[in-house]
């Protein structure tokens, strides 16, 4: 039996039907809007994996520059920055992924490309989209600027986290010193922290502020310790040019403020050694303000000015982050919810300019919050036991070297 004619009439009736029409038109309308939904959803993972992406070709063809006279043969660039890159970015979240490296006369190239699986967009018929990552380096300027930011806290004075911690740093120097041919192509900066962090001599600078300058005139013997600056400028370098956002004394703890001063970039590593030999454990956690004044010695406007401008090319600027506890303090509170929100806040400000960050959690601290804080997932390092320090100390080394 021909059951068309039946189908052709119950279809008829259904389109002239004004229930049908409404069902089906807002069927469409729900498909449309899952459809926008999954273009904004995916576009936004896009614009992320494209800045991760840069970051990954910003420091792998600094690495290639550095590397160029033990490249070797043709082919060697292309596997020495693929291979960095896998390290630093995961290079799963693309398919189709090619890796180039052109070498010139004064300069090295990189361009990455590779193309991003979309899900909700696929709705709409777009599959995928291309991504792709220029940088170029020049063999003679390649350089590096890192500041080693360090928990001198009381609880690091415990299970021999500080001592242990100071010898891997000290290695790590040596190591850092003997990957360079040029003598200006590594510099490092130093920064103990606690609730605060010491001034030293920068203490009498024309960006603390007029209560500041008054009281370490009374008190000169006095370390120059300091607290966080008014928010917002706690969490950024805005440069003080005013009383909002100059620089404040702790005076409340200034008579107990032992902290080992911050040390600004520089060559001198015997002065690197001594800072790092002359910490010692005290005081509670403010992981932010450890961080922020790692970002000021990492640019070249005030406080500190000796850094490479943000616009300079081949330079990589590095953040190493080492810690054992939660937040506990700063200026305005002991909540660590709050705290950890100006930690993270900060966080977000340094990668974004295009600061790479490695942290350490050793054997307590927040692992979301400093997990959150690494450029890439495994700049990231869960210390169990404080054997696994210098290791640590070693794999950055690499990373950051190759």
Known sequence: MDHRPRLRTLLLRFSRDPRGSV?????????????????????????????????AVDAAVLLVARNRDIIGPQGMPDALASSYMRRTFDLEQLQNVSVKVTLVEDRVRLDARGEIKMTLSAILGVSSRPVSSTAEALYSDSKIELVLVLDNTGSMGQQNKLGTLKAAAQRFLSKM?????????????IVPFDTDVNLGALKTSSWVD??????????????????????????????????????????????????APIMPLTQDFSALRSAVGGMVASGNTNTTIGLVWGYHLLTRSEPITNAAADSTRNVAKYIVFMTDGDNTQNRWSRGQTEI?????????????????????RIIEGNSTLLRECASADDMYYDVQDVSQIDPVFTKIHTLITG
């Not at 498909?31 to 800045?51: E, I, K, P, W």
């Not at 974004?352 to 490695?358: C, H, L, P, T, V």
């Open 23 to 55: 069902a089906m038109m807002f069927g469409l309308l729900v498909l449309l809007l899952v459809g926008l939904a999954g273009v904004a959803f995916d576009y936004s993972r896009m614009a992320l994996v494209q800045t991760n992406l840069q970051r």
């Open 177 to 189: 010193q003997a990957s360079t041919a040029q003598p200006d192509a590594v510099k490092i900066g």
């Open 210 to 259: 007029a209560a500041a300058s008054a009281f370490w005139a009374s008190n000169p013997s006095l370390s120059g310790c300091i607290w966080d600056r008014e928010q917002p400028h706690d969490v950024s370098d805005t440069p003080p040019t005013g009383p909002t956002t100059y620089f404040s004394a702790d005076t409340s703890r200034s008579q107990e403020c032992d902290l």
């Open 340 to 360: 950890d929100a100006r930690t993270r806040q900060l966080c977000a400000n340094i990668k974004a300019a295009r600061i790479q960050i490695f942290t350490a």
